[in-house]
């Protein structure tokens, strides 16, 4: 029924760019509040960005503003999240999941992709 798939990571150096993509079938991701998480190695999941389901209500972590951006690909049911600049502090898994509203809230999530900031 409901299937997220992230694609986009690798490894990068210091400084380089990385997009990310979600692509969603079964549940629209223009419709409903889409997420992007990162986890790190022995850490805790991290909220990174934060898009509801209209445009105007993006809300990125503090430490990507201004290097992060997310967009929405309603034709193609993804959404998107462009990071510049990496850091290494940027390295973990990143995982885009959805939150659908029918008789209460239910949260879907992917498979997670790899990102790797290093020398």
């Known amino acids: 029924q409901v299937q997220l798939v992230e694609s986009g990571g690798g490894l990068v150096q210091p400084g380089g760019s990385l997009r990310l993509s979600c692509t969603a079938s079964?549940?629209?991701?223009?419709?409903?509040?889409v997420n992007w998480f990162r986890q790190a190695p022995e850490k805790e999941r991290e909220l990174v960005v934060n898009l509801g389901y209209t445009a105007d209500s993006t809300s990125y972590a503090d430490s990507v503003k201004g290097r992060f951006t997310i967009s929405r690909d309603s034709a193609k049911n993804a959404v998107y999240l462009q990071m510049n600049n990496l850091k290494s502090e940027d390295t973990g898994v990143y995982f885009c999941?959805?939150?659908?509203?029918?008789?209460?809230?239910?949260?879907?999530w992917g498979q997670g992709t790899q990102v790797t900031v290093s020398l």
């Open positions: 999941n959805v939150y659908v509203f029918t008789t209460d809230w239910d949260a879907y």
């Open positions: 079964g549940v629209s991701l223009s419709g409903n509040t």
